[in-house]
């Protein structure tokens, strides 16, 4: 670990080395107060260990409610596309992309629902884009070249990418976020996707490789053997993070991935949507291991990369509802949940302070006596 810190870059080498995993004493005081709440002990199963990340992650029980919260969707376009891997036009990128600075697409809805900042980040959409008081013009490049022909993307465009995700996170939490969530938009960009879980996992192809936005059999299959070439021509190292990126990568992936490290550096929990997103966890964990404390999986995606990657990375996921389409719905949907285990382990009162009976204690105390 230590020689690829040192080929990182000055801004990745202090942010990677400053991600530490949860403190050990707010765990255990936070799993301490979760067995002393008026329920059966584990009764609210993943809940309650949400609740000990949130604690762990902050350094305190209970933890700072994680609001308000803030969706970060980083938005690109991808070379690969010229191999005819999905049936979308590229141009439905940036289109999606005034959708959602007009208020229009799933994810505003949701967003509005549960009360979350919904932030639009161009970091390589392959045409300018109109300025918007939602978009925050980042662009890397138009969009990355074509993996089976050629690298996406330099090492230099790679790190550039990572670093404007750890950018745009210390912006959000500087402006008051206490919460970020994953979201991406970028036709093609479920086959970058499938090679970055291809190479972290050790995994093949066609178990990585997915429906994406619905595509036919036929499509799918060429899908995966496009992926198969690319991984074939340029062999990256998972050792590696920044040249996987630069390999076969997309730059929102290289967006999300700095996006991960950037809550991670600052003790901020991040909520993870679909396969794009758990790629780009992926890599933030190949760069610090440690930032996966900061992680939580909002939901379980049909994309079989997805799964993969969340079993990888040992997060469970929070909601399991057959969702694919990205834009971060999944994830935003997960922060009621997430939400609420922080305000249980704050706000529900202990055995002791409302003069409940503690079953379990008292059971412990009679086959002691």
Sequence with gaps: ??????????????????????????????????????????????????????????????????????????????????????????????????????GGAVINAIAAEVDARVVVVDIGVGVPLEPHEALLDRKVRLGTADMTVEPAMTRDQATQAVEVGIAVARQLIDEGARCLVTGDMGIANTTASAALVAVFTGSD?????????????????????????????????AADPIGVLAAVGGLEHAGLAGLILGAAAARVPVVLDGVIAGSAALVA???????????????????????????????????????????????????????????????????DSAGVVDKEEQIVDEAGQ
């Design 285 to 351: 964990q190949a760069l610090a291991p440690a930032s996966t404390a900061a992680m939580i999986a909002g939901h379980r995606s049909t994309e079989p990369g997805a799964r993969i990657a969340l079993d990888h990375l040992g997060l469970r996921a929070l909601v399991d509802l057959d969702l694919r389409l990205g834009e971060g719905s999944g994830a935003a949907l997960a922060l009621p949940l997430i939400r609420s285990a922080a305000r249980i382990l704050t706000e529900v009162a202990t055995f």
């Design 205 to 237: 192809p066609e178990l990585v490789t997915g429906l994406g936005t619905g595509i036919d059999q036929a499509t799918l299959l060429r899908k995966i053997d496009v992926v198969g070439q690319a991984l074939a021509r340029h062999q990256p190292e």
């Design 1 to 102: 670990m230590s020689e690829l810190i040192g080929a990182l870059s000055q801004t990745l080498a202090g942010i990677t080395g400053s991600i530490t995993g949860l403190d050990a004493e707010a765990v255990q005081a936070a799993r301490q107060r979760q067995d002393s709440l008026t329920k059966p002990r584990g009764a609210l199963g993943v809940l309650e260990d949400v609740s000990v990340q949130l604690s762990g992650l902050a350094g305190r029980c209970p933890p700072p409610a994680p609001t308000p919260a803030a969706v970060a969707v980083f938005a690109a376009d991808h070379g690969v596309y010229a191999q005819g891997v999905t049936p979308w036009p590229q141009e439905v990128t940036a289109q999606m992309v005034s959708n959602f600075l007009a």
